[in-house]
Every structure is written in C-alpha cells, then in structure tokens.
C-alpha cells in the first residue's frame, strides 16, 4: 500500500516535469513563425478584372529558416503561385519582399471576392496564413481582356473560351459554328456554316458583361476593332434585314446597336429597337476601325443601373447559305 502511494506521488511530479521539458524542447526546436502581409494598392496588371499579381512582406519570427512557397485561397481549390521575385529561403527574423504571380490565369483572384495568402514551410511542413482579405482591384479597363488573350478550355463544356468572356451560338441541323483563338492564344476567330434550311440564323458570340458605371467609362474611351478578315455585311433587298454581318453587338434594355462591316458602303440602318453602324472597310484584308460607342450607346440607352452586353459577332441567315470567317486581332483602347 505504501509502495502504490509513493508511485501515485512519483507520477504526480512526473507530469509537471515532463511538461516542462516538452515544453522547453518546443521553445528550443519549434518551427518558424511567418507573419504575412499584403502590399496594398492592388493593380490590374493584366487588364481582365482580377487579381493576378500580389506583392508581400512576409517575416520570419521564429528561430529557424523557411523555404516558402505561396498559394492563394478564393474558392475551394487552390493552386500555387510562383514567385517572380524573392528568395524562396527566408532567415531567422528576416523580412522580405515577395512578388508573386497566379499560375493559371483562371485561378486569378476575381475582383471584390476574399481571399487568404497561404504559405507553405518545405521544412517543417506547416501552413502559415495571412489575414482574411478583400480583393479591391485598381486600373481595370471598362473593357476587360481587350487583346482576348489566356484562352484556356472550360472543363464543362469542353470548349476554348478567353478568360473573363463567355461564348454563345445557335446553329440548325444543317449548320455549324467553331469559335477558338485567331492567333494561337489571343484575339478570336469565329466560323460559320448556314446549310439554308430552318427560319434561324446561325450565330457565334464572344460576349462580356459591362455594368453600368464601366459603360459610361466605355463611351469617352476611344476603342479600335482590329481584325485580319470579316464577314461582308449584306441585306436583303425586299425587306432590308441582315443577311449576313459581323462585328461589335452592344444590347441593352431591349435594344441592339451593331457595329458592322462593308466593303460598298456605309451609314445608319434602322429596324425596330435595333441600329445598325455600316463602316466602309476592306473585309479579305486586315484592318482596323475606331468603334462608334458613343452613337451606339446613347442609342441603347437604358435605366443608369443597367448593366448592357458588349460581344463580337458574326451571325448568317438561311437566305444567305455558306461558310463564312470573321478573325478579330484584338481591341485598342484609348
């Protein structure tokens, strides 16, 4: 009974020592503590509306050197970012600026959404974080992603869109429609085959959301189509509907404002809640055109706080069947 005791009290003291010493061997061997802080303002480097570059002072406060790498956390799946500029060892109490850019551009951190950095210690395997962040974008263009560059394929659809644009077509039985990259990477082509049959047009879109306070900086921003082929416009003569055309589309509000090429002429078409711009321009060759946006916007008109669609198009009716190409190089703005 006594020899029971003397172990209860031997464990009793145990206990705080054992702590202590786990506790002092923590002191001696516990990995770095790396404080995170994000450069603030935060530029639209790349033009699209979204957070593609950070810069960082990040410090090591612990005792022991990190070799860092950097992800961002907007949404559930997260990629690494690679580091552009800074040592990716980082000393005992030093400080140290980081540039970091996102490796795919569909990962770019969107404009308003929070967001946290993350660092990852390849020594001691743990994460550090910085504080939970909101993304307050500067020098986003009212147009984003002019040039319509990162085309990357959208795994749902299984179709190459550029990023920050979406992609729509209608097309018949006997038609079809492609939409990709005019260059490899950037601008857009967009091909149609109209077969004649049905009553629809067989239409492809490369469209953009610009919401209202943009579409005011849109109508004093000067902006250039340039293309490297395009589809003729025509109409039909009985009833002066498109026939065929391609182009800049601005829809707001119920209306439509088109900004279409030709090779014989030029002026003003009016149909019900829809206006035509006709520029004269050589369509077999390449070439570039300033945008009439203050005429076509003040034509769509609509509430302040609506938002419009600002797409390139290239659409063919029935009555006009066979293939055509529209090739867009990029917009100019400014």
Request: glycine share 10%.
């Amino acid at each position: 009974m006594r020899k029971s005791r003397s172990l209860v009290v031997l464990a009793v003291l145990l206990v705080p020592i054992v702590a202590l010493a786990s506790f002092s061997w923590y002191i001696v061997s516990r990995p770095a503590e790396v404080r995170i802080s994000v450069r603030l303002p935060i530029v639209d480097l790349d033009g699209v509306g979204a957070g593609t570059e950070l810069q960082l002072d990040v410090q090591n406060l612990g005792q022991n050197p990190v070799e860092l790498s950097f992800w961002v956390m907007w949404f559930a799946f997260v990629r690494d970012w690679e580091i552009l500029e800074g040592a990716p060892v980082l000393d005992p109490g030093a400080t140290q600026t980081y540039r970091i850019r996102v490796s795919n551009i569909q990962m770019a951190i969107p404009d308003g959404s929070r967001y946290i950095v993350k660092a990852f210690d390849r020594i001691s395997g743990i994460y550090f974080r910085s504080e939970d962040l909101r993304l307050e974008l500067e020098g986003s263009p009212p147009l984003r992603n002019s040039g319509l560059w990162y085309w990357s394929r959208n795994t749902q659809t299984g179709v190459l869109h550029p990023f920050a644009w979406g992609l729509d077509w209608a097309a018949g039985a006997d038609d079809a429609v492609d939409i990709g990259p005019a260059d490899a990477s950037s601008g857009a082509r967009l091909w149609l085959r109209e077969g004649g049959g049905g009553t629809g047009p067989t239409l492809a879109v490369v469209h953009q959301a610009i919401n209202a306070s943009d579409l005011l900086r849109l109508r004093d921003t000067p902006v250039t189509l340039c293309w490297t082929f395009a589809i003729e416009y025509r109409d039909d003569p009985e009833t002066g509907y498109p026939l065929t055309a391609s182009g800049v589309q601005l829809f707001r509000g119920g209306k439509l404002a088109w900004f279409v090429l030709s090779r014989s002429t030029s002026g003003i078409v009016d149909l019900p809640n829809h206006r035509i711009f006709v520029v004269r321009a050589d369509t077999d060759r390449g070439g570039c055109a300033p945008l009439p946006l203050g005429p076509m916007i003040d034509f769509i008109g609509g509430a302040p706080l609506e938002d419009s669609s600002f797409a390139l198009f290239a659409v063919a009716w029935p009555k006009a069947p066979g293939e055509y190409h529209f090739a867009a190089t990029t917009f100019v703005l400014g």
